[in-house]
């Protein structure tokens, strides 16, 4: 079904065909662009705007996409049907560029880097694109990127253009030295050798023909000088016709070759030509969609209503779009006729026009410049009266026109087609116009046709109070300035401001006075209803702006607060981590003076060991005590967010501290614990797995319940892991003693540091040192099993332990 040429005509939609096929990268997808038509079923026209928005993807990865070069093959493609015949060598270089392009196509849509399933839509398009590398590369060798066949195509082509090389040179050669050998009055100024009817010739003064003799081929446009083929290379240059006929003789045998061998694939290649211009046509359409701004739209029953977001005139969009003002619009499923009123200049048809071509574009499977959201509407037919149509040719006076155009919509429009009428009623008795293009509309909206007009008469105003499924709107009209804004406005009918127009240009005020006098009545009220409607309408929506203005301030407002709470969370963060790291340091130091004193006490021997434990145990509490005091200054420089509200901590209660009391510790903010000793006016707290020695006036009681303790743990006898745990360690050059003690703090590092593995390096020397650590792990509980290190390993030099 036609879906209306008329219509399509008085719209313009070539034009905006043109605008579209503007963005393909060849003439042929620029033309496949121009000859893209409205679709009628829905499902087909989905399929279309998949495909396009498929490639609007793949135009906008982080990769991109560009199509490939499209050569003109059709006509040869079809010529290719006859056997024998052979393409040019211009074609053949053509076909390489074509079979590239299609292998290029193809690994571009099989592209990994897209997101899944992005590039499904155009796999029917993949489908038909060739990939052929052999064929690429054997035409290629017979044929070079200026389209000439090349010299290594054939042994046979080699040789002869060898040998008409070697001929031409040495009839050049000789036709030289006779010319050189011409008297001076026979001899042609700065003459040299040339070529006439594919024979070479040397010039000679007229004169000096008989003296040359040979054959004349050409003469000079004054006479005077003839171009003569002398009788000595006549010989040599018949030889050189015969070699460029069987130059041409073999060139052609290679053409056909070469023909012959695209000749199976036909089929193949005219698909793949059909599937490049395609991906070109769709490029186009992606393309023009990103530049204008164009969002994928919800296609939708005509019967069910639409609705239009954001939505602009194509045409005027590409002329400037940053004057355009877009429209928005809704039509549910029970109303079928939009009846459009206001003064004239207001927009009224560059609207019908729009939204009718929003609907073409999306039929034919272009993005249409709408906004998110939008629901188009498909129709099965598009019917036109706009504009003056009158002809003079067919006696047809612009009512006429008219009503030819109008009789044709009421006998052929049904539910799903869109009928445009512009000033609906003119052109005859506003009483009769009025009453004829009420009932046109009402028989439009009964049969649920989806009709949008526009008119000035305002009897046809009332119909939206009349007939079920009409809706006014308006265009709105700026009253103090006199100039239109371009806004639609659902709802409400439009002022025409006819006498407003007037006395802005200056028409006599008598004059005014006494038209304003003869509009009735009713009239007079319902425009100053209507100015009334427009003004609180205006009011609201000032406000309306105002609210969204405010609102729009506060969330930047709690935007900018919730990024500075970030800030101050980040930054305690850093702190914590800065102090943890300094309570891991000096942890660390007191594990290295515990160790230390371990080692003098080994020495000193066992008498002293405990008093010398005793004090390496009160050298890691004052330590960590330190420790508790560097963690509760930083505290105290940190926000007070980030302290425990005073609810969230234990109630202080009365009552001496004593052995066993729960107490909280201000040097740990606040931190609970339990006192363990009393050492005058210090005391010992175990916080958790941390005994610490603090002054008393530090420690106030709390009750039983308290917050969770500190998770920090003080190491006494070296439970704290290394900073760096190794994996191996080595015995080698030390005494038996010596290795007791190194194997014994390589197993409790690896021990605490969750290693499955320990490799112990003692060397082969005399075994000794071998079987002291077979010994040491056969005694130690901690050791699941050992064994001499592979080959690999290390061999009989290392013994590998593995860890329970």
Known sequence: MNPGGHALSVLEFSRVLDLVAGHASSAAGAARTRELQPLLDEHAVAGEHARVEAMRAMVGSEAGWNP??????????VRLRVEGTAWTALELRAAVTLLVSSRRALDALRDKTLDDGVTIPLDSLAAQLVRDPETEREIDRVIKDDATVRDDASPVLRRVRKELRGATADLVRMLERLMAKLEANHRVDDASVTMRNGRYVIPVRREGRSAVGGIVHDTSASGS???????????????????????LRETERILVEATDRLRPRRDE??????????LDSLYARARYAISFGCAPA????????????????????????????????????GEHTLLVSGPNTGGK???????????????????????VGSKIALFDRFFADIGDEQSI????????????????????????????????????????????????????????????????????????HEVP?????????DAVALAPTFRLVKGVPGRSYGLSIARRLAMPEEVLRNAEERVPKGERDVAALLEDLESRQKSIEDRERAADAHHDATVAR????SEREQVVREKERELERAARSDARRYLLEARQEIEKTIKELRAAGADQIDSAAIAARRAAEQKAAEAGRQLAALDERTSEDRRPKTEDRAPAVAGAIEVGSPVAVATLGGKPGIVVELRGRDAVVAVGAMKLTVPLKTLSRVSKKAPEPLEIAVPLIGDQPDVEVKHEVDLRGMRVDEADLAITQAVDSAVRADLGALRIIHGKGTGALRERVAELLASDSRVRTFRMGAWNEGGAGVTIAELS
């Open 68 to 77: 490939e070069p499209i050569p003109d093959l059709a006509a040869a493609l």
């Open 298 to 333: 919800i296609l939708a029953d005509a019967e069910r209503g639409f609705t239009i977001l954001d939505g602009r005139h194509p045409l005027l969009l590409a002329r400037d779009r940053s004057s355009v003002v877009p429209f928005a619009l809704t039509m549910e499923a």
């Open 393 to 464: 040719e067919a006696s047809l006076s612009t009512f006429s026109a008219h009503l030819r155009n109008l009789t044709e919509i009421v006998h052929d429009a049904t539910a799903r087609s869109l009928v445009l009428i512009d000033e609906l009623g003119s052109g005859t008795d506003p009483v009769e116009g009025a009453a004829l293009g009420g009932a046109i509309l009402e028989t439009l909206t009964r049969r649920g046709t989806t009709t949008v007009s526009t008119t000035h008469l305002g009897a046809l105003k009332e119909l939206a």
């Open 558 to 561: 709690a935007e900018r607060v």
């Open 469 to 477: 499924g009409v809706v006014n709107a308006s265009l709105q009209f």
């Open 349 to 371: 048809t560059v609207l019908l026009k729009a939204l009718a071509l929003i609907s073409l574009m999306a039929q034919s499977g272009i993005p249409a410049p709408v906004g």
């Open 225 to 247: 000088t003839v171009f003569v083929e002398p009788p000595a290379a006549v010989e040599a240059s018949n030889r050189i016709r015969e070699l460029e006929s069987e130059e």
């Open 269 to 278: 290649l005219a698909a793949t030509l059909d599937a490049l211009v395609t």
